[in-house]
């Protein structure tokens, strides 16, 4: 009997500290679910400042994990640049996350495509678990009250790609 409660109170806590790592996070979105976004507190390339995500409550957030090295990162830079552009005045927050890069590839690359949206550097990967990210790129919504409401797990071609993602963030 007490070997039968150990083997459940060991799985209570593996469902418990599986869920808190994020890795169920990309599913939970795509059935329905809106969980609270990770925070973060992030060191910004465009200057000495931190980012926050607690900062940007009240608007609509796209966050996009990044590497300079990622063909497919630099296919989609122009396309979340655009969005930037297009949706901004609706209160619209495009964020880049640079990870498993250097900060001089990292403002590189900000400068080659010429990037006016935010960019943040997560050097020790410390959004790897709790957004459940799996591979590059990685972009994810998170609407007005903080919540991730889209998820898209690779690149993205065209703005139209984004604009689903886009409406729910901006829902109020």
């Known amino acids: ?17 599986g869920d808190s790592t994020g890795r169920h996070v990309p599913s939970a979105i795509a059935q329905g679910e809106k969980p609270v976004a990770p925070t973060f507190d992030l060191p910004r390339l465009d200057d000495d400042a931190t980012l ?7 608007q609509g957030v796209v966050i996009n994990f990044w590497a300079s090295w990622c063909a497919p990162c630099r296919d989609e830079a122009p396309v979340l640049e655009a969005a930037w ?10 964020l880049g996350i640079d990870r498993e ?3 001089g590839d990292a403002r590189d690359f900000i400068e080659e495509f010429a990037l006016t949206y935010p960019n943040v550097r997560d050097a020790q990967d410390e959004l790897e678990i709790p957004y ?21 797990p690779g690149p993205v071609d065209e703005l139209e790609d984004l604009e689903a993602g886009i409406a729910a963030a901006l829902a109020q």
């Not at 009997?1 to 500290?17: H, Q, T, Y």
């Not at 926050?52 to 009240?58: I, K, N, V």
């Not at 459940?132 to 898209?152: K, N, S």
């Open 1 to 17: 009997m007490i070997l039968v409660i150990c083997v459940l109170v060991g799985l209570l806590a593996w469902k418990i500290v």
């Open 52 to 58: 926050s995500l607690a900062s940007l409550r009240g």
């Open 85 to 94: 552009e297009r949706y901004g005045d609706e209160g619209l927050v495009v």
């Open 101 to 103: 890069d250097t900060e």
């Open 132 to 152: 459940g990210l799996t591979g590059f790129p990685e972009t994810y919504f998170v609407d007005r009250r903080g919540r991730l409401v889209a998820h898209i």
